[in-house]
């Protein structure tokens, strides 16, 4: 693996943060020395999901639980100072008890923090409509969290669990309370420059995957931002984190979000979401669903161009959203 030190491509500074999340099997010994010499590496995630050989199968994931163990003794040994680790629950070909060995074998290495993700499969993969399918991932989860509760580590609502209150997993809200920016490297990354720009990538993963391997670049496109656009978008992410911090957002933006929103703002309170606790806003919405639909109430006319652009076509009046968002994010929280 041949990498250049970040320095030299990137002006970035030396308090920066560089994340990278991978997938075991792809990581060698000789990639993530590189990553923490070249690179600067400070967090590592590594997706063990699930180690039972028939979810692997069915997933085509390759993964073993010694390898594992070893790529976090040698990122140790390499003085990386967050590690993180994620297990799926509800993974086709999953079982209990095949989730709690999982569960307990990522305790025993001892992470930064373990996050329990629910398995959210995107297009053209389905969950099937089983009944029995989502109750087993709901199973799995319940006691995730009690096995992790009884481990001291702190459920941070809907970000992983955590041995620290003020755990890395919060970085992007991190991100807005630095002023930073975001830069994400490969296929299906995204970036954003706070304040000015939002990266993604034009294409879908597969088109993206088949650029590559025809050793043609990735490519990216830049969405002109401006602090309207990046006030709806704190907004937004304060819904999703059930939460929001005045001090934080009038330092931002010299206002207050009702006053940034004036509609969104009256909608939800007139629906019992928002509730104000001093200097900290809350806001109660009971499931993902809740989230996905609410949040658009936020979304800038600029963003709401581009959602129209590029979804209205598929739009269908009749059909129930809020079914399909609980279907696939169900106990997601």
């Known amino acids: 693996m041949s990498c250049a030190p970040r320095s030299s491509a990137l002006d970035a500074a030396s308090s920066a943060q560089v994340t990278v999340e991978t997938n075991p099997?792809?990581?060698t010994g000789e990639r993530l020395e590189a990553l923490v010499r070249?690179?600067?590496l400070s967090r590592l995630t590594i997706g063990i999901q699930s180690l039972e050989p028939e979810a692997q199968r069915r997933a085509q994931r390759f993964n073993e639980p010694?390898?594992?163990?070893?790529?976090?003794?040698?990122?140790?040994?390499?003085?990386?100072p967050q590690l993180h680790l994620d297990v799926m629950a509800g993974m086709d070909g999953q079982?209990?008890?095949?989730?709690?060995?999982?569960?307990?074998?990522?305790?025993?290495?001892?992470?930064?923090?373990?996050?329990?993700?629910?398995?959210r499969p995107v297009h053209p993969v389905h969950l099937r409509a089983d009944p029995e399918q989502i109750l087993l991932r709901r199973l799995m989860l319940e006691w995730g969290r009690r096995r992790l509760a009884e481990q001291g580590l702190a459920s941070t609502g809907p970000l992983p669990a955590s041995a620290e209150a003020t755990d890395v997993n919060q970085q992007l809200d991190g991100f807005h309370q630095a002023d930073a920016s975001l830069l994400g490297v490969g296929v299906s990354a995204f970036s954003h420059a706070y304040g000015s720009s939002f990266y993604e990538q034009p294409y879908d993963l597969q088109p993206s995957l088949l650029r590559l391997r025809r050793g043609q670049?990735?490519?990216?496109?830049?969405?002109?931002?401006?602090?309207?656009?990046?006030?709806?978008?704190?907004?937004?992410?304060?819904?999703?984190?059930?939460?929001?911090?005045?001090?934080?957002?009038?330092?931002?933006?010299?206002?207050?979000?009702?006053?940034?929103a004036p509609d969104a703002w009256q909608k939800l309170t007139e629906l019992g979401v928002v509730e104000r606790a001093g200097e900290l806003v809350r806001f109660r919405l009971p499931s993902y669903?809740?989230?996905?639909?609410?949040?658009?109430?936020?979304?800038?006319?600029?963003v709401?161009?581009?959602?129209?652009?590029?979804?209205?076509?598929?739009?269908?009046?009749?059909d129930d959203y809020r079914a399909r968002v609980d279907a696939l994010a169900a106990d997601s929280e």
């Open 25 to 27: 099997d792809s990581l």
């Open 217 to 260: 670049p990735a490519l990216y496109r830049g969405l002109l931002s401006n602090e309207q656009e990046e006030l709806h978008r704190l907004l937004v992410h304060g819904l999703f984190n059930r939460r929001l911090s005045l001090p934080h957002f009038r330092r931002l933006f010299r206002r207050e979000p009702w006053d940034a």
């Open 38 to 40: 070249y690179a600067g």
């Open 95 to 119: 079982t209990l008890e095949g989730f709690q060995r999982d569960v307990e074998f990522a305790l025993s290495l001892a992470p930064t923090s373990l996050h329990l993700s629910t398995f």
């Open 289 to 302: 669903a809740d989230v996905a639909i609410l949040r658009g109430l936020f979304y800038s006319p600029e």
């Open 304 to 318: 709401r161009a581009r959602v129209r652009a590029r979804w209205a076509g598929s739009y269908r009046r009749h």
């Open 66 to 80: 010694e390898r594992i163990r070893r790529l976090v003794q040698h990122a140790r040994q390499l003085g990386v």
